[in-house]
């Protein structure tokens, strides 16, 4: 008896690590080929730049530098943490619109007006105490974005207006409304360019290291409280119903539009605050072209993180561990390699993610799960137009 | 048939010792088939008895853990759908693989483009031998109508032309009838005898038990991942094949007793339901169920049961007429409201309505009452409760599953079906709408979900049964509707229905004179 048990302890434990190999296996060899391009990128360019001698060691350096540039030593790692912050609470800004069937390309515009928006009240709280004038500039922060990230989840539960469709043209009017908010009312008077004046006691107190924020705590929260809600509550379950086989949900009693709009507006909050963390915890100001790329570059951390949010979490450090690392990379290789090719890691990182069926077959994966969900979501939404 | 001179032929195919191992189950467990050039094989089954598996291992889509697969006495690797094909292996299965945005030859092409150079298709030659293979079985093919236009029993002849297009000489057929009707099955048998004649070797899946005996020559039974016994049609018949998939003693036929109507439950008055397109495919309906009773809705598929159906549960709004239950007026309320006040719902497509095959099991049982205590308190799930509620399910059920936690999606069609049944039937239900509750389930499990059925009725609830299958609205109906072109055009005793009689109602739908619905006969 007991030795029967025993196995099958062991064939529930050798379950579970297929289970894990098989949810984990894409998003770990979509990284390991994308390094293998790069190799193969950094050799190329070292044939193209002329006037170097032609080092076959020169991608392992350059891998060693991005590695020791993130995470060797406290401060590479606080800004390896302090570049996935925002990334963390964008991932799940998109992850969490996955969830429900919905692709949130806006999170960049959502991202933008949180940052505005806290800035805003940032600003005008910045001799006020910062245990009111914090909350309520990340609050405003999460407000703005909940507001811009409402519109397209409206448009589509009353018209059926295609999210990706109007997200993408919410990102652009996002732009817009920045450069005119500072360059016109939020201007700090007296500068020779459109720039706010600095956000004084709302910005994010330094907790860690040299430049270590509070933000780091926001993202960790918003986690748990996604995570939470995905899997522990009745509205998380709606949202995941909605997202699975909306005509189920709605035979269930669920309303598939309120859930729409529900999730947007909670995908905005995300991405809000993922703006408000920039803006009080990294920049103190903002200009008229305050422009990052976290809005796009969440959209690859959901599909990497497979729309969970421990997923979004690990996703969110590599991506935010190649930005902090890659100034170092850029300095111990004399320039030869830019610090733009953790660009082309995470460009190469989402190509083979997106093209995964190519991916299984070249290597014969089975068992492996069948596909990322959120990237059938993006090949539902983009090819056939349905929501009556 | 002629079996005598196909014993001494050779097997073309031949399956040994297959065996496959899933989590938590065996599917295949050491199971030898052949077929023969010129022979109809069928493979019998109940639904998870591991038919498709086997299939799936012949195609290339798995890879059995034991056993080898000979074509022609040579043993051969398949380790994709491609290799199959290059083997001369062909499947048409259950759920057709054409692309409805794609014409006849595209889809019949598709993967195997013939080129007239090294750019472009050739396509009037395609398309000259796709209208030779249609004529040689009397089709009129044209090769650039779109896919989606074509019927189902069409779109069949399309998966067909695609395999012997490909030079095929396996052809395995899974479950082709279960989307058919009656005619369409007819004029599949024909093209089969001919194919059979032809030299081809058919392997016919199915759990139908009189088309088995009707069209193979050999007859394989699997239970529970097992070879059971083979039989020839002439030494055998329904009940016996029918013992052999279920391991039981089965009763093809349900008892299904006498019934009390008590008061009316449901009544339905001058309905009209418009579908998709704007059309009203629901033309004033007026119908009542009482309380333990069951009445039964016949009609050939597309006469408006989807829209009555999805009317009376909520799912689609009424554009005239009035719905009540007991004496609630809910023609406007939702599928929620209507679920709290006693009515369950088997749906006709389970995938559809009936399940998230994404979630499992244990999400799946609670559905619709997952807002509710004690699945949940507040807006917090309370696990525990939800693990418990899907246990009992599974268990009172008999829904085969290595575990609570498995995906919907990896359960047979039964199982899944039984899911439904366990989550709709719990309970204290007023009323129960059953579309096609069989529809594609074996006989083991269309005998469990008839007396449960049958036993709901005994315990007062309304039942609302809508079928196209004929005969199973005669054997459990205590009343039966007969609707045609949206409309009641009679309503029989069920008793001393007279099947032909139902029959050509449902296809012409009687004189003029019996458009207005009348009271029973009896």
């Known amino acids: ?388 | 048939m002629t079996s005598d001179v196909q014993n001494v032929q050779a097997p073309a195919l031949e399956m040994r010792g297959i065996t496959k191992r899933y989590p938590g189950v065996l599917a295949n467990d050491a199971i030898d088939l052949d077929v023969r050039p010129g022979e109809v094989h069928a493979l019998l089954g109940e639904n998870g008895a591991g038919k498709t598996t086997l299939m799936n291992i012949l195609y290339g889509l798995a890879v059995p853990d034991a056993g080898e697969i000979l074509l022609d006495g040579k043993p051969v690797e398949i380790a994709s759908p491609h290799d199959a094909i290059e083997h001369r292996i062909s499947m048409v299965h259950q759920h057709f693989m054409l692309v409805p945005v794609l014409s006849v030859s595209e889809n019949i092409l598709l993967g195997e483009e013939p080129m007239s150079g090294p750019i472009f298709v050739d396509r009037s030659g395609a398309h000259r031998r796709i209208r030779e293979l249609g004529k040689s079985f009397g089709w009129e093919i044209d090769p650039d109508q779109r896919v989606g236009a074509l019927s189902v029993g069409w779109q069949q002849r399309v998966e067909i032309l695609k395999a012997l297009y490909r030079n095929a000489r396996v052809l395995v057929l899974d479950e082709p009838t279960a989307v058919l009707t009656p005619q369409e099955t007819k004029e599949i048998f024909a093209v089969l005898r001919k194919l059979r004649s032809e030299g081809y070797a058919i392997i016919f899946i199915s759990h139908k038990l009189y088309e088995v005996l009707e069209i193979a020559d050999r007859i394989t039974v699997i239970r529970r991942g097992k070879v059971v016994g083979s039989r020839e049609p002439a030494a055998t018949n329904e009940q016996d094949l029918a013992e052999m998939m279920v391991g039981r003693e089965v009763n093809l036929t349900v008892d299904r007793g006498d019934s009390a109507p008590g008061d009316v439950v449901l009544s339905v008055d001058e309905l009209r339901v418009k579908d998709d397109r704007g059309s009203e495919v629901v033309q004033g309906m007026d119908l009542e169920v009482r309380a333990g009773e069951i009445l039964g809705v016949a009609g050939v598929a597309g006469n408006g049961q989807d829209e009555l159906v999805e009317a009376i549960v909520g799912l689609r709004r009424p554009s005239s007429g009035r719905i009540r239950l007991d004496n609630d007026d809910v023609t406007h309320a939702g599928p929620r409201q209507r679920h709290r006040l006693g009515v369950g719902f088997v749906p006709a497509d389970r995938h559809r309505f009936g399940l998230v095959l994404t979630f499992p099991l244990t999400d799946n049982f609670i559905l619709t009452d997952y807002y509710e205590p004690p699945y949940a308190r507040g807006i917090v799930r309370n696990e525990a409760a939800i693990d418990e509620r899907a246990i009992r399910g599974i268990r009172d059920f008999d829904v085969r599953t290595p575990s609570a936690r498995v995906t919907a999606g990896t359960l047979s069609g039964g199982n899944q079906q039984k899911v439904i049944v366990a989550r709709e039937f719990d309970g204290e239900q007023r009323l129960l709408v059953l579309d096609q509750p069989t529809r594609g389930l074996d006989v083991g499990s269309i005998e469990f979900i008839h007396r449960q059925a049958i036993a709901k009725r005994d315990a007062g609830t309304a039942i609302l049964l809508v079928s196209a299958e004929l005969d199973e609205v005669l054997e459990l109906s205590d009343r039966i509707a007969v609707v045609f072109r949206g409309r009641i055009v009679a309503i029989r005793d069920g008793r001393t229905a007279d099947k032909n009689e139902i029959g050509i109602l449902m296809a012409t739908g009687g004189s003029e004179a019996s458009s207005a619905p009348s009271s029973p006969a009896a």
């Open chain 1, 1 to 388: 008896m007991s030795t029967q048990e025993r196995t099958s302890a062991q064939r529930r434990l050798a379950g579970l690590a297929r289970n894990v190999w098989a949810l984990i296996a894409l998003p770990v060899i979509s990284i390991v080929l994308a390094l293998l391009v790069g190799v193969v990128v950094i050799l190329a360019s070292e044939v193209v730049v002329p006037g170097h001698p032609f080092d076959v060691t020169l991608p392992f350096a350059a891998y060693r530098a991005l590695f020791e540039g993130a995470f060797a030593g406290i401060d590479p790692i606080v800004n390896t943490v302090r570049a996935a912050t925002p990334l963390v609470l964008g991932g799940l800004a998109v992850g969490l619109a996955f969830k429900a069937g919905l692709f949130n390309i806006g999170a960049q515009g959502q991202f933008l007006l949180g940052a505005l928006g806290s800035v805003t009240v940032g600003v005008a709280l910045n001799e006020a105490s910062p245990f009111i004038a914090i909350p309520a500039a990340l609050l405003a922060g999460a407000l703005a974005g909940a507001a811009w990230g409402f519109i397209p989840g409206f448009l589509k539960a009353i018209s059926g207006a295609h999210e990706v469709v109007t997200t993408i043209m919410l990102n652009y009017i996002a732009v817009a409304v920045i450069a005119w908010a500072v360059s016109g009312p939020l201007d700090q008077a007296g500068s020779p360019s459109p720039i706010t004046a600095q956000v004084g006691n709302a910005a994010l107190p330094v907790i860690i290291g040299h430049n270590g924020h509070l933000g780091a705590l926001v993202a960790v929260a918003a986690v748990l409280a996604v995570g939470w809600l995905l899997f522990r509550t009745t509205r998380g379950f709606e949202i995941r119903a909605v997202g699975a086989n909306p005509d189920a949900a709605r035979y269930a009693g669920m309303q598939p539009r309120l859930i729409i709009v529900v999730t947007m507006s909670l995908a905005g909050v995300l991405a809000g605050l993922s703006g408000a963390t920039v803006v009080l915890g990294v920049t103190h100001y903002m200009t008229a072209s305050f422009g990052t790329t976290v809005g796009f570059d969440s959209i690859a951390v959901a599909l990497l993180g497979r729309s969970s949010p421990i997923g979004i979490v690990f996703a969110a450090l590599l991506f935010g561990a190649m930005r902090a690392g890659a100034p170092l990379m850029q300095i111990q290789t004399q320039s030869l390699i830019p610090a733009e090719l953790v660009d082309v890691l995470q460009a190469t990182i989402l190509l083979f993610l997106v093209a995964h069926t190519v991916i299984r077959r070249l290597l014969k994966l089975r068992g492996v799960k069948a596909g990322l969900e959120s990237t059938e979501t993006i090949a539902r939404t983009y090819g056939s137009e349905s929501v009556g």
